[in-house]
C-alpha cells in the first residue's frame, strides 16, 4: 500500500518513538495463553523475551514469518541492544496477542512490509531495556557501581575486581527490578551484529525440514478437510454427489461451509477423492456470466460512466498519513489547453493470483468451550476476531498460533480459509481439522490483484517540457470487497491510485483519478498492491515522453527528479550497472524504470534479446536504497525475489474469467519463471537512511515498465497491456 506509507521520516519516527513507549516491557501477556508458553525457570521481561538460568534467550517475534526474513531481523534488533551471545538467542513464532501489536500499525498484522521498520525502534527498545535491568541486578549482586560494568556476549564484568556474572545468574533477579523510565539507544555506527552477515537462524530448520508450515501442522487423530467451493463466496448453487462423497473410505463428515462444503476424511487423498465425487452447480452468483471480454468493456466504460474521484498528494512533514493536498485542476486543465501537443496512451494489467508455494491451509479444533487455530497466516489478529464472530466463543477463549508461513505476497492476509477452517471444525467438534485447498482449488479461488485500464496523458511543450501529467485509472477497490470503507473518505482508493502520477517528478503538474468499478470478483492486496500496476502505466509512460520528444530516457528521469537526494542516485546506478547508453548489438534493448515508497527507492535495468517474435533477457541490475540494512544478505534476496516475481507477472502473468468463473487451475493454467527463465540479477545495495525501509516493496513493480521500454529499445513494439507473453514469445 505504497500510498499509505507516504509520510515523512520526521512524522514516521514520531509515531514510532510514541508507540514504543508503551510497547513490550510492563505489558503482561494475556492470562492463560501467556502461561502456556513460560518456561517454568526463565525470567521473563515483557511479552516476548525470557532468559533461563544457563543464560538462553528466547524471543518471540510477533510477526508472521514469510521467508522475508522478519524472524532474524527482528531478533538482531533485540540482541545489538541486549549484548547477549548472538548464538545464545533463539527464536519463536508467536500467536495472536495484543501484547504483540506492531507499534506502526497498531495491528498485529504482517503485511505492507511493515514488519521492519514498524518493530524497529521498540525492539531495540526492549533489549536495552533488558540490558539495564541486567546490569543493575549485577552491580548489587556484585556491589558495584552500575557504570563500573560492561556488558558483552552475554557477561556483565567488572574489570576492577575481575569478577563476571552471566545472564542466567542475574536473570531472575532482574526481572523483578522496575523497568527503566529512559531507555537511551545505541547509535548506528556502534551496531556490530545489525548489519552484518551471519547465517539465519530458521535456515537450518527449513533445510533439514524441522521447521512447522501451516501444511505440516499434525497432531494424533487429526483429520483432513477439502473443500468444494462456488467461484464466488456470495453465489448460491446446488450440490450431487454428497452421499457418494460420505460413503468414501474414511469420510467423517461433509460440512457446509461459507460457499460450498468442505469434505473431512482421515486422509488428504481420501478427503480430496470424495470431494472430487461432489459437483457444484451454481445458480447465481455476483459474476454470473463474466468473462474477459465482459471486464475489458466495463473497464473501459467506466471511464465514461462512473463518476472519477480525485487523488491526492500528502504535506511532506505533516504526520501519518500526511495531509492531503489536492491537484489544482484548472491549472492541470490550463497546462493542457496551452500545450504544443498532448500525448496520450492507454495501458492494461490483468487479474492476477497471488500462486503462493504453499497452498492455502489452516487447521482448527472447535470445543466446548474454547477455539484453537493454528496455521500460516498474516493477520492473526483478524483471524482471532473471525473465529470468536463464527464459533460464538468469547474472544479471549480464542486460540490462534502462527507456523511459518510458505509464500504469502498478500493472499495470506486474506481471512477467508480461515473462516472455512473454522466452519469445517464446528462440523466434527473436539477435532483438529486441517483443510487444505487442493492446488486447483487455491488457484481458481484465490482473492486476485485487480484488474485496471489506465489512461495517461502529457501536456508537452515546444522545446519538448513536460508541462503536466494526467493519469485516470479504472478497476476495482480492495477496500470496498472487503467492506473496509473508504479510506480516504471521497477520495480515490490509495490502493488503485496510490503512485499513479509519479510526486517524485517534481517539475510538471499532476493529476490522478480513479473510477472505482464494482466488478463482483474477489480481490485482495498483492505484492506491492497499487505500485504494481501504477508504476507499469508511469514508467512507460515517461519513456514514450521521452521517444515523442526525443529525448534521452535517463536523462528526461533525471530532470523530472530535479535532483532528488535518493532516488537519483539509484536511477544514476542502475543505468551504469545496466550499460544504459554503452553500446548494443542490433536486437538487443536495455531499459530502465523506477519505483519507490517514502522508505524504500528501486531502479531497475534489464536487457533484452529480440529476434522476430522471440523474447529473451539477458541480464538484470538493480540499484536499492531501503535505508538502513538489519540483514543485508535477507535485503538482496527481498529484492532478487521480488523481481523474479514482477518477472512472472509482466511475462505470463494473467487470470482469464469465463462464463462467471475463473479458468486458472494449475500451474499449467499460470505459468510460473523457471531457472532457465531468469537471467543473471546484480544487486546494488545503497543505504541512504539510518532508517530501515520496506524493502519488500519496490523491485517487483520496476520490472514490467524496465522490460516493455527495453523491448521498444531492441527494435520490439510498445507493449501497453500485459502480459508480455500476449504479444510475443518468451
Same mark, same amino acid.
Given at each position: 500500500?505504497?500510498?499509505?506509507?507516504?509520510?515523512?521520516?520526521?512524522?514516521?519516527?514520531?509515531?514510532? %518513538?510514541?508507540?514504543?513507549?508503551? $510497547?513490550?516491557?510492563?505489558? !503482561?501477556?494475556?492470562?492463560?495463553? =501467556?502461561?502456556?508458553?513460560?518456561?517454568?525457570?526463565?525470567?521473563?521481561?515483557?511479552?516476548?523475551?525470557?532468559?533461563?538460568?544457563?543464560?538462553?534467550?528466547?524471543?518471540?517475534?510477533?510477526?508472521?514469518?514469510?521467508?522475508?526474513?522478519?524472524?532474524?531481523?527482528?531478533?538482531?534488533?533485540?540482541?545489538?541492544?541486549?549484548?547477549?551471545?548472538?548464538?545464545?538467542?533463539?527464536?519463536?513464532?508467536?500467536?495472536?496477542?495484543?501484547?504483540?501489536?506492531?507499534?506502526?500499525?497498531?495491528?498485529?498484522?504482517?503485511?505492507?512490509?511493515?514488519?521492519?521498520?514498524?518493530?524497529?525502534?521498540?525492539?531495540?527498545?526492549?533489549?536495552?531495556?533488558?540490558?539495564?535491568?541486567?546490569?543493575?541486578? &549485577?552491580?548489587?549482586?556484585?556491589?558495584?557501581?552500575?557504570?563500573?560494568?560492561?556488558?558483552?556476549?552475554?557477561?556483565?564484568?567488572?574489570?576492577?575486581?575481575?569478577?563476571?556474572?552471566?545472564?542466567?545468574?542475574?536473570?531472575?533477579?532482574?526481572?523483578?527490578?522496575?523497568?527503566?523510565?529512559? +531507555?537511551?539507544?545505541?547509535?548506528?555506527?556502534? $551496531?556490530?551484529?545489525?548489519?552484518?552477515?551471519?547465517?539465519?537462524?530458521?535456515?537450518?530448520?527449513?533445510?533439514?525440514?524441522?521447521? #512447522?508450515?501451516?501444511?505440516?501442522?499434525?497432531?494424533?487423530?487429526?483429520?483432513?478437510?477439502?473443500? +468444494?467451493?462456488?467461484?464466488?463466496?456470495?453465489?448460491?448453487?446446488?450440490?450431487?454427489?454428497?452421499?457418494?462423497?460420505?460413503?468414501?473410505?474414511?469420510?467423517? &463428515?461433509?460440512?457446509?461451509?461459507?460457499?460450498?462444503?468442505? +469434505?473431512?476424511?482421515?486422509? $488428504?487423498?481420501?478427503?480430496?477423492?470424495?470431494?472430487?465425487?461432489?459437483?457444484?452447480?451454481?445458480?447465481?452468483?455476483?459474476?454470473?456470466?463474466?468473462?474477459?471480454?465482459?471486464?475489458?468493456?466495463?473497464?473501459?466504460?467506466?471511464?465514461?460512466?462512473?463518476?472519477?474521484?480525485?487523488?491526492?498528494?500528502?504535506?511532506? %512533514?505533516?504526520?501519518?498519513?500526511?495531509?492531503?493536498?489536492?491537484?489544482?485542476?484548472?491549472?492541470?486543465?490550463?497546462?493542457?489547453?496551452?500545450?504544443?501537443?498532448?500525448?496520450?496512451?492507454?495501458? #492494461?494489467?490483468?487479474?492476477?493470483?497471488?500462486?503462493?508455494?504453499?497452498?492455502?491451509?489452516?487447521?482448527?479444533?472447535?470445543?466446548?468451550?474454547?477455539?484453537?487455530?493454528?496455521?500460516?497466516?498474516?493477520?492473526?489478529?483478524?483471524?482471532?476476531?473471525?473465529?470468536?464472530?463464527?464459533?460464538?466463543?468469547?474472544?479471549?477463549?480464542?486460540?490462534?498460533?502462527?507456523?511459518?508461513?510458505?509464500?504469502?505476497?498478500?493472499?495470506?492476509?486474506?481471512?477467508?480459509?480461515?473462516?472455512?477452517?473454522?466452519?469445517?471444525?464446528?462440523?466434527?467438534?473436539?477435532?483438529?481439522?486441517?483443510?487444505?485447498?487442493?492446488?486447483?482449488?487455491?488457484?481458481?479461488?484465490?482473492?486476485?490483484?485487480?484488474?485496471?485500464?489506465?489512461?495517461?496523458?502529457?501536456?508537452?511543450?515546444?522545446?519538448?517540457?513536460? =508541462?503536466?501529467?494526467?493519469?485516470?485509472? =479504472?478497476?476495482?477497490? /480492495?477496500?470496498?470487497?472487503?467492506?473496509? %470503507?473508504?479510506?480516504?473518505?471521497?477520495?480515490?482508493?490509495?490502493?488503485?491510485?496510490?503512485?499513479?502520477?509519479?510526486?517524485?517528478?517534481? #517539475?510538471?503538474?499532476?493529476?490522478?483519478?480513479?473510477?472505482?468499478?464494482?466488478?463482483?470478483?474477489?480481490? @485482495?492486496?498483492?505484492?506491492?498492491?497499487?505500485?504494481?500496476?501504477?508504476?507499469?502505466?508511469? #514508467?512507460?509512460?515517461?519513456?514514450? /515522453?521521452?521517444?515523442?520528444?526525443?529525448?534521452?530516457?535517463?536523462?528526461?528521469?533525471?530532470?523530472?527528479?530535479?535532483?532528488?537526494?535518493?532516488?537519483?542516485?539509484?536511477?544514476?546506478?542502475?543505468?551504469?550497472?545496466?550499460?544504459?547508453?554503452?553500446?548494443?548489438?542490433?536486437?538487443? @534493448?536495455?531499459?530502465?524504470?523506477?519505483?519507490?515508497?517514502?522508505?524504500? $527507492?528501486?531502479?531497475?535495468?534489464?536487457?533484452?534479446?529480440?529476434?522476430?517474435?522471440?523474447?529473451?533477457?539477458?541480464?538484470?541490475?538493480?540499484?536499492?536504497?531501503?535505508?538502513?540494512?538489519?540483514?543485508?544478505?535477507? +535485503?538482496?534476496?527481498?529484492?532478487?525475489? @521480488?523481481?523474479?516475481?514482477?518477472?512472472?507477472?509482466?511475462?505470463? %502473468?494473467?487470470?482469464?474469467?469465463?462464463?462467471?468463473? !475463473?479458468?486458472?487451475?494449475?500451474?499449467?493454467?499460470?505459468?510460473?519463471?523457471?531457472?532457465?527463465?531468469?537471467?543473471?540479477?546484480?544487486?546494488?545495495?545503497?543505504?541512504?537512511?539510518?532508517?530501515?525501509?520496506?524493502? @519488500?516493496?519496490?523491485?517487483?513493480?520496476?520490472?514490467?515498465?524496465?522490460?516493455?521500454?527495453?523491448?521498444?529499445?531492441?527494435?520490439?513494439?510498445? /507493449?501497453?497491456?500485459?502480459?508480455?507473453?500476449?504479444?510475443?514469445?518468451?
Amino acid at each position: 500500500m505504497p500510498a499509505i506509507l507516504n509520510l515523512s521520516r520526521r512524522g514516521f519516527a514520531g509515531a514510532l %518513538g510514541l508507540a514504543a513507549a508503551s $510497547f513490550v516491557l510492563g505489558i !503482561p501477556r494475556e492470562g492463560r495463553a =501467556a502461561e502456556a508458553e513460560d518456561a517454568p525457570d526463565a525470567a521473563r521481561f515483557g511479552a516476548m523475551l525470557t532468559i533461563d538460568g544457563a543464560g538462553l534467550v528466547r524471543l518471540i517475534v510477533p510477526s508472521s514469518e514469510l521467508g522475508q526474513g522478519t524472524q532474524e531481523a527482528l531478533a538482531r534488533m533485540v540482541a545489538e541492544e541486549l549484548e547477549c551471545d548472538w548464538a545464545a538467542l533463539e527464536v519463536e513464532l508467536p500467536w495472536a496477542d495484543p501484547a504483540f501489536a506492531n507499534p506502526f500499525s497498531r495491528k498485529q498484522m504482517t503485511a505492507n512490509s511493515t514488519s521492519v521498520m514498524g518493530y524497529y525502534t521498540a525492539m531495540r527498545t526492549l533489549g536495552a531495556a533488558t540490558r539495564m535491568m541486567l546490569t543493575r541486578a &549485577a552491580a548489587q549482586r556484585l556491589g558495584a557501581d552500575e557504570g563500573e560494568l560492561v556488558v558483552s556476549a552475554g557477561t556483565i564484568s567488572h574489570s576492577a575486581s575481575g569478577r563476571s556474572l552471566g545472564f542466567g545468574e542475574v536473570a531472575r533477579a532482574a526481572s523483578s527490578l522496575p523497568v527503566p523510565a529512559e +531507555v537511551p539507544l545505541k547509535p548506528v555506527s556502534e $551496531f556490530r551484529i545489525i548489519g552484518s552477515a551471519s547465517v539465519r537462524k530458521d535456515l537450518l530448520p527449513k533445510v533439514n525440514g524441522s521447521a #512447522e508450515f501451516g501444511i505440516d501442522v499434525r497432531e494424533e487423530g487429526m483429520l483432513v478437510g477439502v473443500p +468444494v467451493l462456488a467461484p464466488h463466496p456470495h453465489a448460491t448453487f446446488d450440490l450431487a454427489g454428497l452421499d457418494d462423497a460420505r460413503a468414501r473410505p474414511g469420510v467423517r &463428515a461433509v460440512v457446509p461451509v461459507t460457499g460450498g462444503v468442505v +469434505v473431512v476424511a482421515d486422509r $488428504f487423498w481420501r478427503a480430496k477423492s470424495a470431494a472430487e465425487a461432489i459437483t457444484l452447480t451454481v445458480t447465481s452468483s455476483p459474476i454470473a456470466g463474466l468473462d474477459d471480454d465482459t471486464i475489458r468493456s466495463r473497464l473501459r466504460e467506466a471511464f465514461t460512466t462512473i463518476e472519477p474521484r480525485v487523488f491526492p498528494e500528502f504535506e511532506k %512533514g505533516s504526520g501519518f498519513p500526511g495531509r492531503p493536498i489536492m491537484p489544482d485542476k484548472p491549472a492541470v486543465e490550463a497546462a493542457f489547453a496551452q500545450a504544443d501537443r498532448v500525448l496520450e496512451a492507454e495501458y #492494461e494489467v490483468p487479474f492476477l493470483a497471488h500462486a503462493t508455494l504453499e497452498p492455502i491451509c489452516c487447521a482448527a479444533r472447535m470445543d466446548a468451550t474454547s477455539l484453537f487455530v493454528r496455521g500460516p497466516l498474516q493477520d492473526p489478529e483478524s483471524a482471532r476476531a473471525l473465529g470468536a464472530r463464527l464459533s460464538g466463543v468469547p474472544f479471549e477463549d480464542v486460540r490462534v498460533e502462527l507456523t511459518y508461513v510458505g509464500g504469502g505476497f498478500g493472499r495470506k492476509w486474506g481471512t477467508d480459509f480461515v473462516g472455512i477452517a473454522i466452519e469445517a471444525a464446528k462440523g466434527v467438534p473436539g477435532q483438529l481439522v486441517k483443510t487444505i485447498w487442493p492446488r486447483e482449488q487455491d488457484m481458481a479461488f484465490d482473492q486476485y490483484r485487480p484488474a485496471f485500464i489506465a489512461r495517461s496523458r502529457a501536456a508537452l511543450a515546444k522545446d519538448g517540457r513536460v =508541462a503536466a501529467l494526467k493519469s485516470a485509472v =479504472a478497476g476495482q477497490s /480492495i477496500m470496498a470487497y472487503h467492506g473496509r %470503507g473508504d479510506i480516504l473518505g471521497d477520495m480515490a482508493d490509495p490502493m488503485s491510485a496510490g503512485k499513479l502520477v509519479y510526486d517524485a517528478y517534481a #517539475e510538471p503538474l499532476r493529476y490522478a483519478e480513479s473510477h472505482r468499478v464494482d466488478m463482483g470478483v474477489p480481490v @485482495g492486496f498483492w505484492r506491492s498492491v497499487s505500485l504494481s500496476q501504477n508504476t507499469f502505466f508511469m #514508467e512507460s509512460f515517461i519513456d514514450e /515522453i521521452a521517444l515523442e520528444t526525443r529525448q534521452d530516457p535517463l536523462q528526461l528521469r533525471l530532470r523530472l527528479l530535479d535532483g532528488h537526494p535518493r532516488i537519483t542516485p539509484v536511477l544514476t546506478r542502475a543505468a551504469e550497472m545496466i550499460g544504459l547508453d554503452a553500446p548494443r548489438p542490433e536486437g538487443t @534493448g536495455r531499459g530502465i524504470a523506477l519505483a519507490y515508497t517514502e522508505a524504500n $527507492f528501486c531502479a531497475v535495468g534489464i536487457e533484452v534479446a529480440l529476434s522476430g517474435e522471440n523474447l529473451s533477457l539477458t541480464r538484470i541490475a538493480c540499484a536499492c536504497d531501503c535505508g538502513l540494512m538489519i540483514d543485508p544478505v535477507s +535485503v538482496e534476496g527481498q529484492i532478487s525475489g @521480488g523481481i523474479v516475481f514482477g518477472l512472472q507477472a509482466a511475462l505470463w %502473468g494473467e487470470v482469464h474469467f469465463a462464463d462467471g468463473a !475463473p479458468t486458472a487451475q494449475n500451474f499449467s493454467d499460470y505459468r510460473l519463471p523457471m531457472m532457465m527463465d531468469v537471467p543473471p540479477i546484480e544487486v546494488a545495495l545503497m543505504p541512504g537512511s539510518d532508517q530501515p525501509g520496506n524493502v @519488500g516493496e519496490a523491485s517487483t513493480p520496476a520490472v514490467a515498465p524496465a522490460l516493455a521500454n527495453a523491448i521498444v529499445d531492441a527494435g520490439g513494439p510498445r /507493449i501497453r497491456a500485459l502480459p508480455i507473453s500476449r504479444t510475443l514469445s518468451i
